[in-house]
């Protein structure tokens, strides 16, 4: 690596550059994110898992540009046109656009009308021209004429002599800069529909006539747009605001002319110079810097849409565990049926059925019959029912089953079922259960996400969980990678018990190979649970490195040394001993005596090989070995008949479980089989510029209903429960989000609006109550989220 990289990563990071040089000669060894944010604070000067996961991201980034640079310094040098100057510009150039830009002028490209009038020999005369715009045009043009190469005429001699300079114009890097940041800051986004198209991309029909400030476009609206466009629904433009667009030379060409110093002294050449500008914008850049900013507008769209997607994505395999309880999954289906599986503390499937408690069978009472019996004979505490078509249904029917039986102490729970299908259609699932139904595999996941929620959706792929936005949008390729290294880092900051994990959790430890991972469940099932980790040196493919990156992470509950059951490194056994044996206390009796390891001098232990943070940590540790990061489980209770949104009325509060958070706000289950959204405006008395900040997913929340569209199975809520969705004409409260510049009817107001549009009466069939102009405004940002 060299020191420029290092200097730029201290520089983004606000770091010592010593510490970005050790950092990233730990990840060049091999060694994972979490085992150095954890275990090699000395060494990186304490940096945490975040800031290793950008040091990462840009490592790779500024890695990719110093081989583009190299290879663009060697393109330029082979064509024999690298001065000193442009060398220097190059190796100072700090992002890939500015690169490209450099290279622009000297990149191989098809024949150009450029290459064909230089071919001819006509650079000289533009060269004259631009040098002394006192030369006659005419008069100069008549001595390049070349009939062979089609140049016979002066009118086709100076128009190609136009073309030498437009491409020279056109390619300066510093004109190119100046003129994409002018458009970036002062340009509009505009979006129109493509003629025809009107009926067929109806769901577009938000931005048939939509423009917005470039700079302010937000990453839902922007992905909105371009799937429109990419659809063949849309056409995108940039555009300046009317008042400048609207002068007779575009603001551009005179940044043109006075980068290029032309300007019209009356001189003889000084018209045609003009016009020499004038096609250079509208002819040759346009497209060019249009392209260039709606790339960027897109990258850093998909960027903010992938970060919200980790986000939430964290907030879920972060979620609360029910812990080792036994429980049956309940995945609802109608005219299938429901399906049933009771699995054990463990997650061991030990019983199933089908039962058809719903329309149309409406076989309550057998249906009760098996699931009271299941419950009794197996001792199960939980139920887990899916929110999937039918689960408000299967909840009223266990609740009433469970009323019948008052003997029976079982809790019911709700819980998210996204991604159950695709798990149980997996080659996992088929390997795990290879003579069980699908159906129930499906069950069965339902089941053991209420007990470990972490467990069992890192089976499944992250893409498939669908708490993202745009997902499919966006880069596969960047999303995987974050996704991934957001599982890594949620399964190595829980830990994992290496006595019961599968064998897709075990590959999410850090270190461990899927390969690995499947060692160590076959060595498990062959000889029997690991009594310590040190056993773990005997499977096969388990190295000595490998160990270390992987070590501190498993647990080994109730083995041979307690502290195999805590986050402490086996590096750092030798520690934990001493400190026994200095202060005569046994090992097990150390553990979890907090006044003790509270009056421990961390300084006294440390040494040459082991920091202050290190021992610090290991005290902290100590205190609390193999503490669960995660919060105390607590469910939504979910109000009695409100089970369809026709039985949703304005102004009733309900709690819920948020589901999903965007950049525009929230999706709160309420368990009406449609999640209802919390705009942004409506999540907060103060103002909030992230969602996240009053919300994550699996948040238990309290909600206000503000609208309700049946038609469009569309819910309006707020987490503002002194709003109020019935008060006509009453004004809104001044918040502090500012509208979306740009037409009206495309702006964000300031919150939900209250007025006639907002307060519709209710009509028999709750048909009419329409959600007001903010909602409304959300819900189309929404509709394509996924």
Known sequence: MTQSIAALLAAELAIDVKQAIAAVALLDEGATVPFISRYRKEVTGGLDDTQMRLLEERLRYLREMAERRDAILKSIDEQDKLTPELEAAIKDAETKSRLEDLYLPYKPKRRTKAMIAREAGLEPLADALYGDPNLDPEVLAADYLNVEAGFDSNKAVLDGAKQILMERFAEDAELLHRLRSFLKSDGLLASRVVTGKEEEGAKFSDYFEHTEPLKSVPSHRALAMFRGRNEGFLMLDLRLTSEESSADTHPCQGMIAAHWSIEDKGRAADKWLAEVVRWTWSVKMPLHIQSDLLMALREQSEAEAIRVFASNLKDLLLAAPAGPQVTIGLDPGLRTGVKVAAVDATGKLVDQATIYPTPPQNKIREAAATLVTMIKKHGVQLISIGNGTGSRETDRFVAEALAAHAELSVRRVVVNEAGASIYSASELAAKEFPDVDVTI????????????????????????????????????????????????????????????????????????????????????????????????????????????????????????????????????????????????????????????????????????????????????????????????????????????????????????????????????????????LVHISAMSDKFIKDPREAAKAGDIVKVKVMAIDVPRKRVGLSMRLTDSAQEPGAEPKKRNHRPAQGKRENAQPTRPRRGPQGTAKQSSNHGAVKPNNAFADAFAKARDKR
């Open 441 to 676: 595999r499906g069950a069965v996941s339902i089941a053991r996400r209420l007990q470990d929620p972490l467990a069992e959706l890192v089976k499944i792929d992250p893409q498939s969980i669908g708490v993202g936005q745009y997902q499919h949008d966006v880069s596969q390729v960047q999303l995987g990678r974050q996704l991934n290294a957001v599982v890594e880092d949620c399964v190595n900051a829980v830990g994992v018990d290496i006595n019961t994990a599968s064998s897709p959790l075990l590959t999410r430890v850090s270190g461990l190979s899927p390969r690995i991972a499947e060692n160590i469940v076959s060595m498990r099932d062959t000889k029997g649970r690991f009594e310590n980790r040190k056993a773990l040196l005997d499977v096969v493919g388990m190295g000595a490195k490998t160990f270390q990156q992987a070590a501190g992470f498993l647990r080994v509950m109730d083995g041979d040394n307690p502290l195999d059951a805590s986050a402490v490194h086996p590096e750092s056994y030798s520690l934990v001993e001493k400190i026994a044996t200095e202060n005569g206390r046994e090992l097990r009796g150390l553990i979890g005596d907090s006044p003790f390891l509270r009056a421990v001098n961390a300084r006294d232990y440390v040494s040459k090989d082991v920091g202050l943070p290190t021992v610090t940590d290991i005290l902290s540790e100590l205190e609390k070995p193999g503490r669960d990061p995660r919060p105390e489980f607590k469910t939504a209770k979910l109000q009695d008949g409100i089970e369809k949104i026709t039985d949703l009325r304005l102004d009733m509060v309900l709690e819920g479980t948020v589901t999903n958070v965007t950049s525009f706000g929230a999706f709160v289950d309420v368990g009406v089989h449609q999640d209802g």
